[in-house]
Nanobody, 113 residues
Framework: QVQLVESGGGSVQPGGSLRLSCAAS????????IGWYRQAPGKQREFVAS???????NYADSVKGRFTISRDNAKATVYLQMNSLKPEDTAVYYC???????WGQGTQVTVSS
């Protein structure tokens, strides 16, 4: 049974930082592309970042230079370090095994003064 569990969300002021974690089980984690996505109220889910098994990464233009995705294959965990947060980053953040239907339950990130 595949499970993805996100954690690390919360409320932060603009300019602040958060680190999200996505712990995976039930898959050959080290061979998978893992992505972070987000969905703001009233908007469609959108791509945030992804990381290949070897560590190469891709980012949405809106988060480049502020967010960093990384992975620890030994812990089957992917991280999303989010710096210089803006109110428009407010959303539910999901991790997923890219090219599959495996998604986590999401974690809320709220950026507000």
């Amino acid at each position: 049974q595949v499970q993805l569990v996100e954690s690390g969300g919360g409320s932060v002021q603009p300019g602040g930082s958060l680190r999200l974690s996505c712990a995976a089980s039930g898959i050959a984690f080290g061979a998978r592309v893992i992505g972070w996505y987000r969905q703001a109220p009233g908007k469609q889910r959108e791509f945030v970042a992804s990381i290949l098994p070897g560590g190469d990464s891709n980012y949405a233009d809106s988060v480049k230079g502020r967010f960093t995705i990384s992975r620890d294959n030994a812990k089957a965990t992917v991280y999303l370090q989010m710096n210089s947060l803006k109110p428009e980053d407010t959303a539910v953040y999901y991790c997923a095994v890219v090219y599959t239907t495996y998604w986590g339950q999401g974690t809320q990130v709220t950026v507000s003064s």
